[in-house]
């Protein structure tokens, strides 16, 4: 079985930081890809940045300049660091990973809330 989790939410005040973190673990053959993504009440779920095993990384348009992704190969992990938080960056964050355990197949972790607040 494959388990993905996330760490790192929370409060923080407009222009303020944030670091999430994405472990994925289990019985994984190959990881081809890793993401972030966020739900707001009432709005669908939209990526925010995803990074491909061969490190190529793309960002949604509303974070570009103040998010950063990065990952970790030899620990299964991913990073979202987002700095110059707005209010509409309030969401519950989704860690995603495409992961070949053996067959290729999308996982999700339980979300973690980022509220951006003064």
Known sequence: ??????????????????????????????IRAMGWYRQAPGKQRELVA???????????DAVKGRFTTSGDNSK????????????EDTAVYYCHAQVRAPGLDNYWGQGTQVTVSS
């Open 50 to 60: 995803s990074i491909s095993s061969g490190d190529e990384i793309n960002y949604a």
């Open 76 to 87: 299964n992990m991913v990073y979202l660091q987002m700095s110059s938080l707005k209010p």
């Open 1 to 30: 079985q494959v388990q993905v989790v996330e760490s790192g939410g929370g409060l923080v005040q407009p222009g303020g930081s944030l670091r999430l973190s994405c472990a994925v673990s289990g019985r994984i053959f190959g």
